[in-house]
């Protein structure tokens, strides 16, 4: 078996960082380096022209972020039994957490299938994609090799990239470990079920009790960085104060109340972002005409999935083979086509790029009070 080494990766976020050497091979798989033809911020690149920045290096940076918080917790607090492997699981959640987005990110899942399956998700998708990635590159020995238990740690790790509902988070015990008949290793101990693993650990990637959690960190910061836009949250100094405490009986990833000051500044990021730049008004313009060709040319793209099978721009994501090669490049597909189908999708490829964008015509709005007396 190949035998992969620790690397170390110098990021304009967070430095060097160093990843585990099973990261490294799942970093080095075709479906992983997908990602890096898919825009962070899908139509906003031809809003902000430093806005080039892909999926690919997000998603290592919200794996690396993921263990020195982890690792963090760790160092301060032995008491909550937080084990390597714990780590390590954690890791790849946060490196593999966006393995399921389509062309230009959020516009493939939220703008091209906003009715036609709204149980669909990304998250959904990045399970799939991570399942679909284990198996075709044979990972289970790689991941058998560094302590992982394929039974339980690989179902700790997908419900970390697509965590359970607030209600059956509310659920998990947070018991300290029980005596179990599964194979004991030497430095950790009995692996844990279910039951027995420490429900904050669920708040690392993405947490479903606050929102505060090492994806948004990334992002928020790479989005920043490469937007030109001030960020004055210190994601590090959050990590450093972090403290597991006990709320309402349950375990919970706490900071001190000298750091609400370091938390508003998160929430303003993140309203500054949303109003400068995930909503300007030219973005969602762009990424509605993107959205439009894409339906456009929906079934004259034919892409080759499993058994030679070919599936539409729109059923690509439920092969995973063929969703594996859906990308940011489908725009150039649609561009650079001579078909006469394609001419539609394509004009309006073009005129994005001639920057004939869409005109706002008007808006109507429905008075309540008209609606309560028509009903009365």
Known sequence: METYCSKVINDPIHGHMELHPLLVKIIDTPQFQRLRNIKQLGGAYFV???????????????GYLAGELAKALKSKQPEPNITDTDILCVQIAGLCHDLGHGPFSHLYDKMFFPNDDPKWKHEKASVQMFDHMVETNNLQSSMELYGLNLQTNLKFIKEMIDPPKKTDLKQRKDEGPQKTDLKQ???????????????????????????????????????????????????MRFIKFARVCEVDGKNHICSRDKEVVNLYDMFATRHALHRRAYQHKVTKNIELMITDAFLKADKHIQIE??????????????????????????????????SPEMEGARSLLQRILTRDLYFFVGEAKVCLCAVITLYL
């Open 305 to 338: 999935g499993s058994g030679g099978k070919m599936f539409s721009l729109s059923q690509a994501k439920d092969d995973m083979e063929a969703y594996t090669k859906l990308t940011d490049q489908v725009m150039e597909q649609i561009l650079h086509s001579s």
């Open 48 to 62: 902000y022209p430093g806005a080039s920045h892909n999926r690919f290096e997000h998603s290592i940076g919200v």
């Open 185 to 235: 290793r030497k430095d950790e101990g009995p692996q844990k079920t279910d039951q027995e693993r420490p429900s904050f650990l669920y708040e690392i990637v993405s947490n479903q009790i606050n929102g505060i959690d090492v994806d948004k960190f990334d992002y928020f910061a790479r989005d920043c960085h490469h937007l030109g836009i001030k960020n004055n949250f210190d994601h």
